[in-house]
């Protein structure tokens, strides 16, 4: 890790267990204009900078057809996080939350999703925009976006985790979406 990993009051950390469970090949490498965390942005959406996904020679023969998708799920693997922090506290949060009710990359599996939109494809490189990472990090997976199984519109994002699952449920059934909204985070707002 080059930055520190900043540690804020009501952080919970960890021992991580001696060995992992699986095994992992990074297939390449992305490609973005940030050095440092603080650089990065807090998700694709906040920015216009072109990437790329540079594919190793071993698995480009896997990027046949991709060209057919105007946007992708990039999977990549947040190497310079910390991954011993099971609550953290965002800096925009009065307490500290769940690592699992978080998009933070600090998280036992630091790995990362974003939906990209293909830009261009030059051999085994992609150009994208739409990611938030920091340059050189490790790709794990490309796969196609489809907007018919992918996109979930009612999703909602209680982000002060206190709705329970079951009066989230009844409030979708007895309300609109733009109800909702007004109560919860909607997928594509600013986190």
Same mark, same amino acid.
């Given at each position: 890790?080059?930055?520190?990993?900043?540690?804020?009051?009501?952080?919970?950390?960890?021992?991580?267990?001696?060995?992992?469970?699986?095994?992992?090949?990074?297939?390449?490498?992305?490609?973005?204009?940030?050095?440092? +965390?603080?650089?990065?942005?807090?998700?694709?959406?906040?920015?216009?900078?072109?990437?790329?996904?540079?594919?190793?020679?071993?698995?480009?023969?896997?990027?046949?057809?991709?060209?057919?998708?105007?946007?992708?799920?990039?999977?990549?693997?947040?190497?310079?996080?910390?991954?011993?922090?099971?609550?953290?506290?965002?800096?925009?949060?009065?307490?500290? *939350?769940?690592?699992?009710?978080?998009?933070?990359?600090? +998280?036992?599996?630091?790995?990362?999703?974003?939906?990209?939109?293909?830009?261009?494809?030059?051999?085994?490189?992609?150009?994208? *925009?739409?990611?938030?990472?920091?340059?050189?990090?490790?790709?794990?997976?490309?796969?196609?976006?489809?907007?018919?199984?992918?996109? +979930?519109?009612?999703?909602?994002?209680?982000?002060?985790?206190?709705?329970?699952?079951?009066?989230?449920?009844?409030?979708?059934?007895?309300?609109?979406?733009?109800?909702?909204?007004?109560?919860?985070?909607?997928?594509?707002?600013? *986190?």
């Amino acid at each position: 890790m080059s930055d520190p990993i900043d540690r804020r009051p009501g952080e919970e950390t960890v021992t991580l267990p001696a060995s992992h469970d699986a095994g992992l090949y990074f297939i390449g490498r992305v490609r973005t204009p940030w050095a440092t +965390r603080a650089e990065c942005p807090k998700n694709g959406l906040q920015t216009d900078a072109i990437c790329t996904l540079e594919v190793d020679a071993t698995f480009a023969p896997g990027l046949q057809n991709v060209e057919g998708a105007s946007h992708l799920i990039v999977l990549y693997w947040m190497d310079r996080a910390a991954r011993d922090i099971v609550r953290q506290r965002p800096r925009h949060a009065e307490g500290s *939350r769940g690592t699992f009710s978080l998009r933070s990359p600090a +998280r036992p599996n630091p790995i990362a999703l974003s939906v990209v939109e293909l830009l261009g494809i030059d051999g085994a490189t992609l150009s994208v *925009r739409g990611l938030d990472c920091l340059d050189g990090t490790p790709l794990l997976d490309i796969k196609p976006y489809y907007a018919t199984t992918d996109s +979930r519109p009612g999703a909602t994002v209680d982000r002060a985790g206190t709705a329970k699952t079951s009066e989230v449920s009844k409030t979708l059934e007895g309300s609109t979406t733009s109800e909702v909204s007004k109560t919860s985070d909607s997928p594509g707002a600013t *986190r």
